[in-house]
Structure formats: structure tokens, C-alpha cells
């Protein structure tokens, strides 16, 4: 079917159902998609969802659309594709319903062809109910988030999503593949056509042609399976993510009526307690990072440039995998990690029949699982980066009850059905004691282990409930048989922080493929090496790679005198005007943080890294949540502090570091793997200069070096692209610093911009990745957080410039421009 995209010129408004239908509030507005109408809002301290979604509310919003349909598209069938709209969308054509979908991640088709007149003017409308909350634990957003396209085609077409290309194997270069391709019959009879399907490399030259014949039944689809040799196949791999394009063309009476192509890589995958995981044959352990769908300071709106950014510097940064937590990511995702060459867990549900929020999609699940389950198999399955479906994430139902089991064999052999090509997996945490367990184990059931006890640092967890969760008696002794039905249909089971059950998951189960799917960046030193020793264990997700909206404060630091008590009650959400989650390797923006560079030297990297603490609090114990990272900063920049005692982390894989300050000597001090990757120095704070020397064998390996900087002087603009295209989808993401006289970013700026862009594009988003701020996104007006912002322009549909300016009080105002081809 020929494809086009419908983003564009939609009537949009917030508002509310009654006796009459949907009205709108007020005068709409026209909008172009992706869309999310939920971060232009405030959050506030009395959204009913609290931290969970970042004290943003949802709504009501419709999208309308006024098109001309010509009169030869009638016999024709008409097709309305939506990759996302959160959530409980609808679909009416000139008043009548012709789709809907309850769960706002599901892409989804909604047939126009009977309801549309031809030769005239036709109105789409879109309704997104979001208006019943608490309905997810992180930011959902709000509206049509994803792409829509309009696909129209003959009565026999292939159908959408319906082209499966699989290598069927590939040895001494050349490659057996499967083209599955599904055709559909809309009209009353029996009709038969010839399926010629083609492998293009990407010059576009046919490497690879077959084809079959097929009658397909009025009324209904019939698929075919077609065999290719491609020979010297080029394997898609991490560091050559090369795509071949299958096309495939459909002849009636020798004459062409419908023509589709998909990209697709060559590539194998296999996994075992001996090798591990293989790709293209070889043993690979993945360093894998766990997303959210939003886009940081876009709020929801998937936009395929933001996408390929957060993937790539994925990518530029040692990750090789991420899972998409926890439902399926935008198709524009899943094309950024194919080019780039990143592997995916593709996960369907966070929620099954129990409910974690009382209007979540347990309220859907019996109705709903297998069209949502089924729509993200087959919209995927062609993407060379996917290699896991996962079917859930710590559902309620791990220990089997309401019939858990069942339900993970069951949703197991549908995935297969509809991809035999991949492995089946879940993310299973750990598990809870019963009420009447609880009583029978006493009171200290949930006290800390004795390893935890022992432990009794100037830095330590301070949720402590959550620790136990994750790591006590209970867990360990019943963790294993309680869940042993529900992982027995995985193809490899996900362990949501249990790394401790690694080496006796092997000795209980020793054919169980274990993938860590949720792991704290605190443990990561100990974590990696447990994943390493053993060929069992895949590989490691961190939670999260990204930083996110929602949850807000899961990984907050806070500091006391006096060390918290044991009992301390677990809260490990924050409150009002906390925004993001606060705990990943990349902030809100995609700025790096020091946990990122700790998680690179434990992965192999041979750099340096000075994190520096806040000599406020020196001496103070400093109070972690679970997901949280110490509060340290790359900078050697501390107004007020001057001679007051400091204290310096280094993070390095050599033998010793040696810390030099002004051009004096502090000595060396052994760090590496033996000592954690980390060390510290105590020093008092001057300003000038500090270095960190790593050594081997008296070897300079790495240095990091910081200077102190001056006053606030300037705003620097520097635009990570300046050409960008005319398409209205294109972004230019534009880095906003606060600098001093000699250009060095001054890292505790905290000034009030305003941010403006005139010309051939708008203003998408401009902010900071401060997690506790109430400032909105989308109005132009923030405040810089450690020195800087991020302003986002969105290209227009016409070829010209685009002007950013950036201004403050007591600064010259600040201007680039954008090309817009």
C-alpha cells in the first residue's frame, strides 16, 4: 500500500464528552504530530498522581482533520495507521467510529475504506482520553505522540505489517532468508496473484529475487512463504549495522497492484549456558540500559530525530542494547538502534490482570493483551536490533497466582507464533511474603540481612524497605520456587535486581538463560564482574541509562548529621517540585553524569574521572536511595568554600591514581578493579587547579584536569547541527552555557532565560535537567541548571532560516541560525 504521512495541519483542543459528543474548550489550535498536550501544562502538588507522573495531570484532547478523498480511490482500501496515542484513543470517519485502542503504546490501523466519501471532503477525528488517573507510574504524556500515516492501496494488497523477512541461516557468507508476506482480499472474490519479492542491498541493486503464486479467498488473507539465497551476505552487526531492503510486489493478470518494502539486517542469534548470548556466532554480553518513551524536555512526542539522539549517544558511550521499559517504543526508536547498531529488548507490558494503579490497564488486559501483544510482534519483527520480546515487567503475577503461569505460557506461544526467530523474556523481581507468611515469620521477617547489618559506611541506602525487597532472607530462600512456573516459557528469564541468585539461579536451574534486566548504578562494579564470571548470565540493564519524567526522585541524595535508623519508613518518591527520576547516566537533556563514566571505566575504559564532592556537606553522612548516585560534580569550582576541607572521588581502572593540586603532589593512592575503580583524597579547597593522574607500573595511562572558573560573563550557543530539513519532523537541539570571560562553562550558574526563535521554525522545548523545578518546557523561560539549558527548534515545512536568541538579565543577548533545506 502507498504510504504517506498524515502528520500534519490537525485541529487540536482540550475539553470534555457530553450529550453531544466531545467539545472542545475554547478555539482550537492547529498542531503538527507528534504531539504530547500534556507538557505544556504546569505540573502542580495536587495532581492525583503525584511523583509518579512528575505532578503532571492528564485530559481530554481531540484531533481533527478535514482532507479531500478523490473519487478514483473508491474500490480502493483505505487505511489510517497510528504508531501511538496515549491513551483510550478513538477513530471516527464523518461520525462514525472506525478504531479505537485503549493502551496509548500500541500501534494500531483503523480501516476508513466504508466510511468515507469520495470525491469530497472528509473529517477525521481523534479522541485521546487521558482524564482517568492514577494510571501509570511514570510520565505517560498525553495526546497523539506518534506518527499517523494514511496507507491506501488496491482490494488485493499486501497487508499492512505484513511482510516477515528471517534468516533462516547463514554460514560461510551467504545467508538462506524467509519472506513470509500476507495478502489481503478486501473484495467478495477469490482472487489469485503472483508475490515477487526482491533483497536490494543498499545501492539499491537486487541481490536476491523469488517468487510464488497465491489465491487468497474473498474476504480474508492467505500467506506465503518465499525462500532466498542471498550470497556474500553482509551481516548486520554492532560496529557494521548494514540493512538490505526486501520488496515485495504483487501481480494480478500481470499487472502490478500493490508494491511494499521494508529494511532488514542479516543477522543471527543464539543463546545457551555455555556460550551466552552469540551474535552472528560470536559470545557477547550485553551493556544494555533500560528507557522510558519520553524525550526528556519534549515531554512524549516521539519525533524521530530525538530518538536517534538518545540512541546515539547510547552508542558514542559503550551501551550495546537497551530495553524499552516497560511497553513498546515508537517504530522511530527501533530505526535509530538499526542503523546504529544497538540491541533491544522490545517489552509489551508493565501491568497484566493486577493492578499497580487503579485505572491502569489491568482494566484491559483480558480484552486487550492479544491485539496489543500482536500489533508490536508484527509492526517489529523485521527490525535487525530486536532480539528479545519481553511479555511484562514485575507483574504481580510472577509467584502464579491469578493464574500467572498460565498466562506467561500462554502470551509465550503467541509471541512465537508470530516470531520464532526470537527469544521470549520478562523482567521478575523479587517477591513479597504473604500476610499470613508475614505473621509466621514474625516481625523481623523484613529486617535487614545481616550482610546489610555489617555494613556501616558514611554512605548508605536510606530505604531501607526497598533494600530488603530487593535483597533479604525471605527472597533468597522462596524467590526461585515461587516463580519457577512463571519462568519455566521464557526463553531467557529477566532478573529485575537479583544479581545475588546468579550463581544459585545455575545450580538450581542449570539450563535457565539469565538476562539482568534492572540493576543499580551503585552495584555496577560488583554486578559487572558477577556477569562476566558467568557464561549463564547474558548481560546487564541499568536502571536507567536515561534520565526520565516521573518517579520523581527515585535516585535523591540527602544528607544528615547523624547516620538514618534501621527503620527507617521507605519513600523513595519525592515531593512536589520534584520532576524527573534523578537517576541516570544521562540527565533530562542527555548531558553526561558521573555515574556514566564510572559505568565506562568498569566496562574497559582507560579514562580518569574527578568527582568532586560538595564541600558543604563534608563529613556529613550522605544518604542515598537505592537508584541514586553520590552527589558529585565534575568542577573544581566552589564559591565560599575556599580553605575549608574537601573531599575528591577518582574513578580509574589503573593501578594508582595520583592527585595533584595547584602543582602540588597529594601522594598516590591504589584504586583499579581490586579497589573498586574508585578512590578519595581529603584536601582543603583552593582555587586554581586539580589533576588526576592514572598509572601502570609508573605508566601514565589517562589524566582528568579541572580549573577553576570566573563569573558569570556570557551566553555561548552551540547548535549540534546547522542545517536541518524542511520537513517539520527535523530538530536542531542548541546546547545554551553560562560562561565565564575565558569561555569555560560556569557550572553553578543558575540564571533566568528566555529563549525565541523567528523564521522557517518554532521553539519545540527549551529547559534544564533540573529534577526539582516547577518551570514549564514549552513557554521559553527557564533557568540554567549547572551552567546550562537545551533549547530544541523544530524545522518548518518551508526551505529558509531559523534565528534562536537567548537572553538574560545583565548579558548580551545570544543568536545562531538554523538552515532549513
Request: contains cysteine; negative net charge; hydrophobic residues 35%.
Amino acid at each position: 500500500m502507498i504510504r504517506e504521512s498524515f502528520d500534519y495541519e490537525w485541529e487540536f483542543g482540550t475539553g470534555k464528552y457530553s450529550f453531544f459528543g466531545f467539545t472542545i474548550d475554547g478555539q482550537p489550535e492547529i498542531v503538527n504530530l507528534p504531539h504530547d498536550f500534556t507538557i505544556k501544562t504546569d505540573p502542580h502538588p495536587d495532581c492525583v498522581s503525584g511523583a509518579s507522573t512528575g505532578y503532571y495531570s492528564g485530559g481530554l484532547g481531540c484531533y481533527t482533520k478535514r482532507f479531500y478523498v478523490p473519487k478514483e480511490w473508491k474500490g480502493q482500501c483505505i487505511v489510517l495507521e497510528l504508531d501511538g496515542a496515549y491513551m483510550k484513543s478513538e477513530v471516527s470517519v464523518n461520525g462514525s467510529i472506525v478504531g479505537r485502542r485503549p493502551y496509548g503504546y500500541s500501534p494500531y490501523h483503523a480501516d476508513l475504506t466504508a466510511e468515507l466519501r469520495y470525491g469530497d471532503i472528509n473529517e477525521i477525528r481523534i479522541v485521546v482520553d487521558n482524564s482517568a488517573m492514577p494510571n501509570s507510574r511514570w510520565y505517560s504524556g498525553s495526546g497523539i505522540f506518534r506518527h499517523i500515516d494514511l496507507l491506501c492501496g488496491s482490494d488485493l494488497h499486501i497487508s499492512p505489517w505484513g511482510i516477515f523477512a528471517r534468516v533462516e541461516n547463514a554460514t560461510q557468507g551467504n545467508a538462506t532468508l524467509v519472506v513470509e508476506v500476507t495478502t489481503e482480499n478486501a473484495s467478495s472474490n477469490d482472487r489469485t496473484s503472483c508475490i515477487r519479492v526482491s533483497v536490494l542491498d543498499d545501492a539499491g541493486n537486487t541481490v536476491a529475487a523469488s517468487e510464488n503464486t497465491v489465491t487468497v479467498a474473498g474476504l480474508s488473507k492467505q500467506k506465503a512463504d518465499i525462500k532466498l539465497e542471498v550470497s556474500k551476505a553482509r551481516l548486520w552487526d554492532l560496529d557494521d549495522p548494514y540493512l538490505y531492503t526486501v520488496k515485495c510486489e504483487l501481480f494480478e493478470a500481470g499487472k502490478i497492484t500493490d508494491v511494499s518494502s521494508i529494511p532488514f539486517g542479516i543477522r543471527t542469534i543464539s543463546v545457551d549456558t555455555t556460550h551466552g548470548f552469540r551474535l552472528n556466532g560470536k559470545t557477547l554480553k550485553l551493556k544494555g540500559g533500560c528507557i522510558h518513551h519520553d524525550n526528556g524536555i519534549l515531554g512524549a512526542a516521539a519525533f524521530d530525530v530525538a530518538e536517534y539522539r538518545k540512541m546515539r549517544i547510547h552508542k558514542e558511550n559503550g551501551y550495546n542494547a537497551v530495553r524499552c521499559a516497560h511497553n513498546p517504543p515508537s517504530r522511530g526508536l527501533l530505526t535509530a538502534c538499526d542503523r546504529i547498531g544497538i540491541l533491544v529488548i522490545d517489552e509489551a507490558f508493565d501491568i497484566w490482570r493486577m493492578a499497580k494503579n487503579s485505572n491502569d490497564y489491568h482494566v484491559f488486559f483480558d480484552d486487550w493483551w492479544e491485539r496489543d501483544l500482536e500489533a508490536m510482534v508484527l509492526r517489529d519483527r523485521n527490525h535487525p536490533s530486536v532480539i528479545m520480546w519481553s511479555i511484562g515487567n514485575e507483574v504481580e503475577e510472577r509467584t502464579n497466582v491469578s493464574g500467572g503461569a498460565k498466562l506467561a505460557e500462554e502470551m509465550a506461544a503467541f509471541v512465537r507464533s508470530l516470531d520464532p526467530s526470537r527469544f521470549v523474556t520478562a523482567g521478575v523481581c523479587g517477591i513479597f511474603p504473604t500476610k499470613w507468611e508475614k505473621e509466621e515469620i514474625g516481625k523481623g521477617a523484613l529486617l535487614r540481612s545481616k550482610k546489610m547489618q555489617d555494613k556501616k559506611p558514611k554512605q548508605r541506602p536510606i530505604d531501607g524497605a526497598i533494600q530488603d525487597f530487593m535483597d533479604n532472607d525471605y527472597v533468597r530462600e522462596n524467590f526461585l520456587p515461587k516463580t519457577e512456573a512463571f519462568c519455566k516459557p521464557l526463553d531467557i528469564v529477566g532478573y529485575n535486581y537479583l544479581d545475588y541468585l546468579y550463581e544459585k539461579s545455575a545450580e538450581v536451574y542449570p539450563s535457565r538463560v539469565i538476562c539482568g534486566t534492572e540493576s543499580l548504578a551503585m552495584k555496577i562494579n560488583e554486578i559487572w564482574a558477577t556477569v562476566e564470571q558467568f557464561p549463564h548470565v547474558i548481560g546487564d540493564f541499568a536502571w536507567v541509562s536515561h534520565d526520565y519524567l516521573g518517579e520523581a526522585g527515585v535516585g535523591k541524595v540527602s544528607y544528615s548529621e547523624a547516620p538514618p535508623s534501621d527503620d527507617m519508613m521507605f519513600s523513595h518518591q519525592s515531593k512536589f517540585p520534584w520532576r524527573t527520576a534523578n537517576n541516570g547516566d544521562f540527565d533530562l537533556c542527555g548531558f553526561d553524569r558521573p555515574q556514566l563514566h564510572y559505568r565506562k571505566i568498569v566496562w574497559g575504559s582507560n579514562e580518569t574521572y574527578l568527582a568532586v564532592r560538595n564541600p558543604k556537606y563534608f563529613r556529613q553522612y550522605e544518604n542515598l536511595s537505592a537508584w541514586a548516585w553520590s552527589d558529585v560534580g565534575n568542577k573544581w569550582t566552589w564559591n565560599g568554600y575556599e580553605n575549608m576541607p574537601i573531599a575528591v572521588d577518582i574513578y580509574s581502572a589503573a593501578q594508582e591514581v595520583e592527585l595533584i593540586v595547584n602543582g602540588t603532589s597529594l601522594g598516590r593512592k591504589p584504586v583499579g578493579k581490586a579497589n573498586g575503580f574508585k578512590t578519595r583524597f581529603e584536601t582543603v579547597y583552593v582555587a586554581g587547579k586539580i589533576e588526576a593522574v592514572s598509572y601502570n607500573e609508573d605508566t601514565e595511562i589517562s589524566r582528568d584536569t579541572l580549573y577553576t572558573v570566573g563569573m558569570s560573563y556570557a551566553i555561548r550557543l552551540s547548535p549540534e547541527k546547522t542545517v536541518i530539513a524542511a520537513d517539520g519532523q527535523d530538530l536542531c537541539y542548541v546546547i545554551v552555557e553560562v560562561v565565564d570571560e575565558h569561555g569555560s562553562r560556569v557550572p553553578d550558574a543558575k540564571i533566568k532565560m528566555n529563549a525565541s526563535v523567528v523564521g522557517n521554525g518554532t521553539l519545540a522545548a527549551f529547559g534544564s535537567a533540573n529534577p526539582i523545578t516547577a518551570e514549564n518546557y514549552t513557554i521559553g523561560s527557564f533557568t540554567s541548571y549547572e551552567g546550562r539549558l537545551l533549547a530544541i527548534i523544530r524545522s518548518g515545512q518551508e526551505q529558509g532560516t531559523a534565528t534562536l536568541t537567548v537572553s538574560a538579565e545583565g548579558f548580551e543577548s545570544a543568536t545562531t541560525m538554523i538552515n532549513i533545506y
